[in-house]
């Protein structure tokens, strides 16, 4: 069955450390891959997608994305994180006609 | 070009009322979906539209009916509502199916009383 999983609910860094949120995903042909964020009271936004090519995609914000397909995961990561990135960020794969969404992973910044 | 757009914004019902939620995309996007946002549920699929004039079921459907009469808009509808019903409804679209990059709306706070 075609799934995602984003093991962590909610992680909270430091202003200026570096983040990884950790996406694993469940699919059996090529996947297409996104990571979306939603700030609060807002709609979802997308950071950056992978569809083929090179594994590590750039998106916006300063964020990026590895895609391993021998792990099954696209986790997303920031060298230096900044208030502003609080937030709830969804890591998605394209299934035929629709998005499977994880539940989300909740990133709080302490200053 | 305002991407999709949701209207209302928030809204609140008593239990057994009827509603209608309103999407509208101006990127000329063949698919449109209606997902509800719950707490620790993520993101579920209520239905979707991959084209003027069709509809599907999503993971989620019961208690909801949809229409696309119009390629811009996409309308969720309420017969009776619940408080199980009581969510975040967001609207999104995409231009196809094949890599399906969603545009989201701002969303629909709906309360269900």
């Known amino acids: 069955a075609q799934s995602v999983t984003q093991p962590d609910i909610h992680i909270t860094v430091s202003e200026g450390a570096s983040l990884e949120l950790r996406c694993n995903y469940s699919?059996?042909?090529?996947?297409?891959l996104f990571w979306y964020v939603q700030s609060p009271g807002q709609g979802l936004q997308l950071l950056l997608k992978?569809?083929?090519?090179?594994?590590l995609v750039q998106g916006i914000k300063g964020f990026e994305a590895e895609f391993k397909r021998s792990q099954s995961s696209f986790n997303l990561r920031k060298p230096s994180v900044h208030w502003s990135d609080a937030a709830e960020y969804f890591c998605?794969?394209?299934?035929?006609?629709?998005?499977?969404f994880g539940t989300g992973t909740r990133l709080q910044v302490f200053p | 070009n305002a991407g999709v757009t949701q209207t209302p914004k928030f809204r609140v019902l008593k239990t057994g009322q009827s509603m209608t939620l309103l999407c509208a995309q101006d990127m000329n996007h063949e698919y449109m979906y209606w997902y509800r946002q719950d707490p620790g549920m993520g993101l579920r699929l209520i239905h979707y539209?991959?084209?003027?004039?069709?509809?599907a079921k999503g993971e989620v459907p019961d208690g909801y009916n949809v229409s696309r009469l119009k390629k811009q808009n996409f309308l969720l509808g309420l017969e009776s509502a619940a408080p199980s019903q009581t969510s975040v409804y967001f609207c999104a679209s995409s231009y196809d199916s094949r890599y399906n990059e969603q545009f989201f709306g701002p969303g629909t706070r709906l309360t269900v009383l």
């Open positions: 539209s991959v084209g003027e004039g069709t509809t």
């Open positions: 699919y059996g042909a090529t996947p297409y």
């Open positions: 992978y569809f083929s090519g090179d594994t």
């Open positions: 998605a794969v394209g299934a035929p006609d629709k998005l499977i």
